[in-house]
């Protein structure tokens, strides 16, 4: 079957830096979300990952290895507004979204 | 980026009525459009995908009589949920993609909170 894990819960202190993780199995691949949910909204896009690296947008990072099924979410100078919930998602050979059950950060002052 | 509008954000109802939930596009054309339902503190759920002027695909252990999904144009899709009752009661959320091109991401609406009383 198909599976992605993430931590389910994260905290982090205001201005360090935290990096969730997202291990996956799936059929196929093509290419791997990270969204940010804030309680009780809609998620918003973050990141999108298809080949193996690092992307790097303002303070947010994301890292991929396609060989590993692995990727990783990395903020930095972290600010209490980044307290929310973080999912994964990896499209699958047929173009379907699979969601990972996400990682609650909570930012300590 | 795209932006998706969804109403009614919050829904209050007594059980046995039916609801409907509106999904649409606003700066797009969306030919295929996502539902998805959330329950507190789990993940995303897709219960259908949307296919403009064609029948919804549901996911299994959905129930399409009961969740009527009808996507009349490319930029609007509905979610009725029929029948209502207290266990329906969830986060729904509809989102559309602007192609499976090079990023294909996907953009959701503000979500739907309904309860059933």
């Known amino acids: 079957g198909q599976n992605i894990d993430q931590p389910t819960e994260m905290t982090a202190t205001e201005g360090a830096i935290v990096q969730i993780n997202c291990t996956y199995q799936t059929s196929g691949f093509n290419g791997l979300f990270w969204y940010q949910q804030h309680a009780g909204e809609a998620p918003t896009f973050l990141s999108y990952?298809?080949l193996d690296g690092l992307e790097e947008k303002g303070r947010f990072s994301s890292f991929l290895s396609r060989s590993k099924g692995y990727s990783y979410l990395l903020l930095k100078e972290l600010q209490m507004k980044d307290s929310a919930s973080y999912l994964c998602?990896?499209?699958?050979?047929?173009?379907?979204?699979?969601w990972g059950a996400g990682t609650k950060l909570i930012i300590k002052p | 980026g795209a932006v998706v509008s969804q109403h009614p954000s919050w829904v209050i109802c007594k059980s046995g009525t039916s609801v409907k939930i509106e999904c649409r596009s606003l700066?797009?054309?969306?030919?295929?459009m996502f539902w998805y339902r959330q329950f507190p503190k789990q993940s995303l759920m897709l219960m259908a995908t949307s296919n403009e002027g064609s029948k919804a695909t549901y996911e299994q252990g959905v129930e399409k009589d009961k969740f009527l999904i009808n996507h009349a144009s490319l930029t609007l899709s509905t979610l009725t949920v029929t029948s209502a009752h207290p266990e329906d009661s969830s986060f729904y959320i509809c989102?559309?993609?602007?192609?499976?091109?090079?990023?294909?991401?996907?953009?959701f609406g503000e979500g739907s909170r309904l309860t059933v009383l």
């Open positions: 990952n298809v």
């Open positions: 998602a990896v499209r699958d050979s047929n173009y379907q979204l699979i």
């Open positions: 700066d797009f054309q969306a030919t295929t």
């Open positions: 989102s559309a993609s602007t192609g499976t091109g090079k990023t294909g991401e996907l953009f």
